[in-house]
């Protein structure tokens, strides 16, 4: 069975907004890059779906935009062909490699689960929580920010039973950040 792994960039605070962070720079998106490529697909809620599209998606004329940094465009050449899953009550025409995830939640993420290879890759704020309470994911990775936001979404704020994590690595990058791996251990009752 491949795993899931949940990845997102939080604050000290927990904030998990994609803008509350510190900006990209060449060390995270190498960082970011390598986690991309150990999942054989990517699931992704209507949100992140339409927010990473918009971003990595390379453009009809082959050429990455003038925005993207020479340091950006291995992420976007990892991102851009991967397989994705959208999960979206809303969405009914999607494209970039994808493929709507339909039916029940729990029992179209454990037959993707059960499929052969290396992981799947969930991002996102709604969906993972989702995905959480299911019991579905099995590695946390939090990439914790050296700022306190102050407001926005939280990490998995809503989460009906608390998990227990099992610190399995640990990074530290220049910029202050910190990734950290977590093991899934189990639901702990409240």
Not at 3 to 14: E, F, M, Q, S
Not at 149 to 159: E, F, K, M
Request: with cysteine.
């Amino acid at each position: 069975m491949r795993p899931l792994r949940y990845a997102i960039n939080v604050t000290l605070d927990g904030c998990c907004h994609h803008e509350a962070g510190l900006a990209p720079d060449e060390e995270s998106m190498r960082y970011w890059t390598a986690e991309i490529e150990r999942a054989d697909a990517l699931l992704f809620g209507r949100v992140t779906y339409e927010m990473m599209r918009s971003a990595w998606r390379r453009p009809a004329t082959g050429t990455w935009p003038d925005w993207m940094r020479e340091w950006e465009t291995p992420f976007a050449e990892a991102i851009d062909p991967a397989k994705k899953y959208v999960v979206s009550s809303t969405l009914s025409d999607i494209d970039w490699n994808a493929e709507l995830l339909q039916g029940d939640l729990g029992q179209a993420v454990q037959r993707l689960k059960q499929e052969p290879g290396e992981g799947l890759f969930v991002g996102g704020v709604t969906l993972p929580l989702a995905l959480a309470d299911l019991g579905l994911i099995d590695e946390y990775v939090f990439v914790v920010q050296p700022i306190v936001a102050g407001h926005g979404p939280t990490l998995l704020a809503g989460l009906r039973e608390r998990l227990q994590l099992e610190l399995v690595d640990r990074r530290d990058f220049r910029s202050g950040a910190v990734a950290q791996r977590y093991r899934h251990r189990g639901a702990v009752a409240r």
